[in-house]
């Protein structure tokens, strides 16, 4: 009963916290949804009216709602189409996406080195997981959420402001390029195997809990609605699409901005002004090595140059394939290699992470 009533008290803070992520929305800003809301919850917090928020910030359960949608979401970009790209260029595709990561880790440390943040804070803020995953993982292994997503935040937005104006010089359409699209069209056939996929999902929920995986709602639902999906190709081909509207992706990252929102306290906020400019810097240099990179990847390869640029950059799997539509590039390539570089991540990195975070922390 007394879970009931937190989660009761809860909506009022969510709906109103929505409004930030509605008016940022209307600029046509990244992700604004959750940055909105996660402004704007922290704006919240900070007000003294004690029936807006509780002590200890939102319910997990908003949370974990939120990283299942985004899970699912994520999942569903994998199939076995789309696995076949990788044969003809596997070792040049697999030696990008660990020098990527090599290289954000570095800038991890060198960010941690000249401020005042903890390593995990750091190594989680330059892995470019993207700020909707990344700030949910590290709150769970006691890194600083809000630094995460200001780090993740300048990231994203040095990508969607400099990497498609620099694709669009090489702009070559591609006739076959097979963009992902949300299935809006609801029908019986469509709703049942979106409950199909919502099983699948749960189930990697339940067994992310048993085997201890870091962020069971976001990884495990990623992972089963990735098994659902890739069964669903074998027995019945690309015949059977879910039905999963856009809207639910706002709602994932209006739970996930508002939860990380709710958790804001002074504390956080030392040795900020060090951490902006220091991860700015990181990020711009991140962003243009991996320019240089997908430039030689593209020649070394004949895939257009455009792909390989949006498939590379350190963005996210929507604002990449956005960027790859409105282009015409193959998208499908985009999806999949991002998708895999966020795979690779989330599964990987946070035990890493935390391991050196505690070696750091006892010298």
């Keep these: 009963m007394n879970n009931i009533n937190e989660l009761h008290k809860n909506v009022p803070f969510i709906l109103i916290s929505m409004l930030g992520g509605f008016i940022l929305s209307l600029t046509g800003a990244p992700i604004a949804w959750m940055v909105g809301s996660l402004i704007l919850a ?9 029936w807006l928020k509780e002590n200890k910030g939102l319910h997990p359960i908003w949370r974990q709602i939120g990283q299942a949608i985004l899970g699912i979401e994520l999942g569903q970009h994998v199939k076995l189409t789309v696995m076949s790209i990788f044969e003809a260029h596997y070792l040049l595709i697999a030696f990008m996406l660990v020098s990527s990561i090599a290289i954000a880790i570095l800038s991890g440390i060198i960010l941690w080195r000249f401020s005042n943040a903890s390593m995990a804070t750091c190594l989680f803020g330059t892995t470019p997981g993207g700020i909707s995953a990344m700030p949910t993982i590290a709150e769970e292994v ?15 937005l040095l990508v969607v402001g400099i990497v498609p104006l620099v694709a669009s010089l090489y702009h070559k359409p591609i006739k076959k390029a097979t963009p992902f699209v949300h299935q809006d069209l609801f029908d019986i056939h469509s709703l049942a195997w979106t409950a199909v996929i919502v099983i699948g999902a749960y189930a990697g929920v339940i067994i ?8 069971p709602w976001l990884v495990g639902s990623m992972l089963g609605t990735m098994m659902i999906q890739i069964l669903g190709t074998l027995l019945f081909g690309n015949t059977i699409t879910p039905f999963w509207p856009h809207k639910l992706i706002i709602i994932s990252q209006i739970l996930i901005g508002t939860s990380i929102g709710s958790r804001v306290h002074k504390d956080m906020f030392k040795g ?15 962003v243009c090595l991996l320019l240089l990179c997908s430039i030689a990847v593209a020649r070394l390869t004949h895939i257009p140059l455009v792909t390989c640029i949006l498939a590379f950059a350190p963005g996210g799997v929507a604002e990449m394939a956005t960027a790859a539509i409105a282009l015409h590039a193959d998208s499908t390539f985009v999806v999949a290699v991002q998708s895999l ?22 010298m």
């Design 42 to 50: 922290c704006i919240l917090y900070s007000t003294p009216f004690k």
């Design 142 to 156: 006691g890194a600083n959420s809000i630094i995460v997503s200001i780090i993740q935040t300048l990231r994203i």
């Design 208 to 215: 992310g809990k048993k085997i201890k995986m870091p962020a």
């Design 272 to 286: 900020l002004k060090r951490i902006i400019i220091i991860g700015l810097f990181s990020s711009l240099c991140l």
């Design 341 to 362: 570089r966020l795979i690779t991540i989330l599964i990987l990195l946070p035990p890493i992470f935390r391991h050196l975070n505690k070696r750091v922390t006892l």
